[in-house]
Structures are given as structure tokens and as C-alpha cells.
């Protein structure tokens, strides 16, 4: 069935269903409880309907990467019980106050500076914000993430705001790495996490897309955040 704007929801349930699929042969083969894994469906560029499909096939948690296109669609959704967004793109501060009103989550947190800020903004809540470090594993220059050496420091300024819940670490792998090596940076997030007080302090690792979910959960992911493979090819690059 069509709806007007194009977004064909049988299609939508067909793909999440095989995305779904995915993590659970991913995780088995990896010996792990595929319960273990939830699924982010990242709707950036999508319109509202497409939202609105895979919540009908079951979908709760979405991944927004821009504030004012999270809000406009928040809106257009109000009111579907247990919809949750979760907010992965570059954040400015200047936005912290926004974010923390319309998402459940940050991914993308990657200065003290930001920490403060979302830990202010979030005092207005009933609830803590989540919040992910997301650190730059890769150490390419224009990418978001703090640098490995200042991942101690962030954690321990999350701790320090009551307003917010650490989640874990999130990262974004080079684009167009070997097997060998995407698995060698996924493994290198996992490293952190177990340097910085392993699932205890840090019981989630979001990491993985519609490319890589499977070295991503062999490597330890509890989150995968997974866009094409669900709404299919976007608009616009992103
Ligand atoms: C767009 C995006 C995704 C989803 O990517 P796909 O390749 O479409 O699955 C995941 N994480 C982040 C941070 C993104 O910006």
C-alpha cells in the first residue's frame, strides 16, 4: 500500500524484518543473546510517513541527525505511545537546550563543554537524558568523536551531572575499510569500554550501520543504528 508521499510501509516492514533477521544470525553466530542488540532506525531524510511505517511494524527507537528536522517530524508524530528519538548527529551547544527537550538520547556527545550544556538543559526533564561518548576511533580529522585521551575526562563529567545517564561509547568507523581492519576498530571501542570500567560503568556500545552490523555486533554492540538497509537510499547524502 502507497500513501502519498511515496513511502510504501509493506516494504518498510519487509526490510526492517530482514534487518531484524541480520542481528539476530549476527549475534548468534557471535554467541551472544540477540535480545542483547536493539535496533536504532535512523529516519534522517526520511519524511514522517516512513516513521510512521516502521513504528507500525514495531519500530519505538529512531536516530535523528539534525535538531530542527527531529523537531518538525516530533511534531508531526506527537502522540504515538512510546516513540522514542534518539539524537546521533554533530550537535552545537547552542542546541543543547532543544535536543534535551525532544530526544530520549544523545550518541554524538564529544566535548566537556557539551556535557554541560546538555547536563543543564536536561534538568528541565522528568527523566535523565542518555547520553553515549562518541569517540573518534579512526582519527580522521573532520570527524566527530573526542580523541581516545580525552574519553576519561567526558566520562567522568557525565558522571557529575545528575541530569544525565552515561549509556556507553559510540563510534563511527572509517568509510570503506577492509573486513580486517573495520573489525580492528570496532574491537578498539570495545577495548576502551573495558578500560574505562567495562559494562558496568558503560553497559551499551553503539556502533554498527546497514553496512557493518555484523562486525559490529561480533565485536560487542548492544546498539546498532541502521538507516538504508531500513528506509532505503536517502534524498540527500548524509
Ligand atoms: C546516517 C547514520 C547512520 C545510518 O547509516 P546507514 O548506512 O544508512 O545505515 C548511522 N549512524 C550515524 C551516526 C549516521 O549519521
Do not use: W
Request: hydrophobic fraction near 40%.
Amino acid at each position: 500500500m502507497r500513501e502519498s508521499s511515496g513511502v510504501s510501509g509493506s516494504r518498510i516492514e519487509e526490510r526492517l524484518r530482514a534487518v531484524r533477521e541480520r542481528i539476530e544470525r549476527a549475534a548468534c553466530a557471535a554467541g551472544r543473546d540477540p535480545q542483547s542488540v536493539r535496533l536504532l532506525a535512523v529516519s534522517k531524510y526520511q519524511p514522517a510517513a516512513a516513521v510512521r511505517a516502521a513504528y507500525a511494524a514495531g519500530q519505538r527507537d529512531f536516530g535523528e541527525n539534525y535538531v530542527q528536522e527531529l523537531g518538525a517530524k516530533q511534531s508531526q508524530l506527537a502522540g504515538l505511545p512510546e516513540l522514542r528519538f534518539h539524537f546521533i548527529g554533530q550537535l552545537q551547544r547552542n542546541k543543547a537546550r532543544r535536543v534535551a527537550e525532544l530526544a530520549s538520547t544523545v550518541h554524538s556527545v564529544d566535548s566537556c563543554k557539551l556535557v554541560e550544556a546538555l547536563g543543564r538543559a536536561a534538568r528541565a526533564r522528568e527523566s535523565p537524558l542518555g547520553v553515549f561518548i562518541q569517540v573518534n576511533v579512526s582519527d580522521e580529522a573532520q570527524k566527530g568523536g573526542c580523541r581516545e585521551a580525552e574519553l576519561e575526562r567526558l566520562l567522568v563529567a557525565v558522571g557529575g551531572q545528575a541530569a544525565l545517564r552515561l549509556m556507553g561509547l559510540m563510534a563511527v568507523p572509517q568509510a570503506g575499510l577492509s573486513c580486517g581492519s573495520l573489525a580492528a576498530q570496532f574491537g578498539r571501542v570495545a577495548g576502551l569500554r573495558q578500560a574505562h570500567g567495562g559494562s558496568q560503568r558503560l553497559p551499551e556500545l553503539s556502533m554498527g550501520m546497514s553496512q557493518d552490523l555484523e562486525a559490529a555486533i561480533a565485536a560487542g554492540s548492544t546498539c546498532v543504528r541502521i538507516g538504508t538497509a531500513i528506509f532505503g537510499a536517502r534524498a540527500s547524502v548524509g
